[in-house]
């Protein structure tokens, strides 16, 4: 998919405006629409939380218009439901307009779809249980030799790569 590399590229220059175009373009014309909306999520969130530009904030309410429209669209796929989640767990639930128990939800729901799916069971332990880092460190560890968690993972552009480095840290640390 050549959009992901352009879109990959727009972000390491910064480029955040090219970048949400690409990515609206594509939801606009049908073109890999449920991992483009996933993108835009991730973009608007990158924007305000992670980006030098000063008027980050601005991209608040478009980020919030956006999720409700992809969370009315795409609320039984439990990739959509799971990967949202995980977004709005490590950035802040309140940028997308939700509550920590509407994110439990998003994880509750994404199992329930797809029980036998150890991300999503990660994501939900994660997140709704207490675990110990050691417990951290072991589920990283078999996420991450499992064949199809990373294959899932390499599929989606930009959060497979940012939820595989949240597991390299789990597992290993800063080394």
Request: charged content about 20%; hydrophobic content about 40%; glycine content about 2%.
């Amino acid at each position: 998919m050549d959009w992901e590399k352009v879109l990959l590229l727009k972000l390491k220059n910064e480029d955040y405006k090219s970048a949400l175009s690409i990515l609206k373009n594509n939801i606009l014309n049908s073109i890999d629409e449920k991992e483009s909306s996933i993108c835009l999520i991730y973009v608007y969130l990158y924007i305000i939380v992670e980006s030098n530009i000063s008027n980050n904030y601005d991209f608040i309410n478009p980020l919030k218009l956006c999720f409700k429209k992809m969370y009315r669209q795409f609320n039984l796929d439990s990739s959509f439901l799971f990967y949202t989640a995980y977004m709005a767990s490590r950035f802040g639930e309140f940028y997308l307009g939700i509550k920590e128990f509407e994110v439990m939800h998003m994880f509750c729901k994404a199992l329930e779809i797809d029980s036998n799916n150890l991300l999503y069971q990660w994501g939900y332990d994660l997140y709704v249980k207490n675990l110990t880092l050691a417990q951290r460190k072991k589920y990283a560890l078999y996420i991450l030799q499992s064949e199809p968690c990373i294959n899932e993972l390499n599929k989606q552009p930009l959060l497979g790569e940012s939820i595989l480095q949240h597991l390299h840290f789990e597992a290993f640390g800063m080394n």
